[in-house]
């Protein structure tokens, strides 16, 4: 791999900081891989709470609902994601909960009020990931229109330009191609907390267009699994453009955790995962997403180079790596830590099983190489 230097100053400013951990909220049936394998992961609500509140006790920051509005590959039944984070977040007492929302299907400042309502009911512990979109039969099955790849994005852009404004402004201006706001006075506005002036604003997607809107307005930016080359490039593009405007992002990686006592069972596990894909399912998946990239002029966009055995979990969790022994999956994390990455957002086969081996396992090793990293540089 390509590394990023052994000194610290080219770990750049935030390796001192823990890394932080997500994990997808399996609000979508189905789990998180596109296999017949057994998975004992239910979409359900109360199988969910009893997550979220592992989840906080097991070392995990941020979770993450995903949005979907009808069936597609593999997720036959689907929980809204907004309706679903405020409950999670109510169930719980630290986890921050992101909620996945797509501009074109909500107006933003509805979508604006929403998470200030509930921001204000959870004390500060909600976050949104704009989702520009890859399914496009959920937008015109709705009656809504499809708009190209680049033009997702910009409309993308301005919801977001147009979302922080009205968090932030008394006289909430905005005048884009797609929104437009007068002198709008939100309030209450959302809790202002010591880490974060207002609600969190992720965003999900690599292409180039991706990489420019998240360097010019998203706090944070969530990468598809990847291998540290394919992290590092997104990570010095974003930061490129962020620098370029005064900003700062910070990066996750999404990751589909495979941790066992020796490798080869982790190994076993992954095989079979994959040996079972629903082999239909998957190529219908892989030619749709394929289909949402092509308009890229540049085809770098998400998915465009998955293979077969990527696309059987649905954001190339398994390119990231994190499949082994609890000191190979820690080791792995402090490589990609040492490229800018400050959050792994994490997938499981068993969520409560695997987060909680996770939490026992495999966390307090992340914690020693990270201490004995900052002690070496
Ligand atoms: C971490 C992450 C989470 C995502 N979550 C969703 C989601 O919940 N619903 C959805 O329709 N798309 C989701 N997407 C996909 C985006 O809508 C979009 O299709 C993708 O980011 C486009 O990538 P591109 O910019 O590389 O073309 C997600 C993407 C990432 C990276």
Sequence with gaps: MSSAGSDRASYGPSFHEPLKFAYWVPNVSGGLVVSKIEQRTDWGYDYNVKLAQLAE??????????VRYIASYGAAYQHESTAFSLALTLATERLKVIAAIHPGLWQPGVLAKWIATADQITGGRMAINVVSGWFKDEFTKLGEPWLEHGERYRRSEEFIRYVREIWTSDNAEFNGDFYNLHDFDLKPKPVITDSRPHPEIFMGGNSTDARGMGGRVTDWYFANGNTPEGIHEQIRDVTDVATVHGRIVKFGVNGFLIGRDTEAAARDVLREIVDKADREAVEGFGAAVKQAGQSTGDKKGMWQDSEFADLVQYNDGFRTGLIGTPEQIATRMIEYKKLGVNLFL????HYHEDVEYFGREILPL???????????V
Excluded: C, K
């Design 57 to 66: 006790n097991n070392g995990f920051d941020y979770a993450l609902s995903q």
């Design 346 to 349: 994490l997938g499981f086969l």
């Design 366 to 376: 992340v914690r020693e190489l990270e201490a004995a990293e900052l002690e070496r």
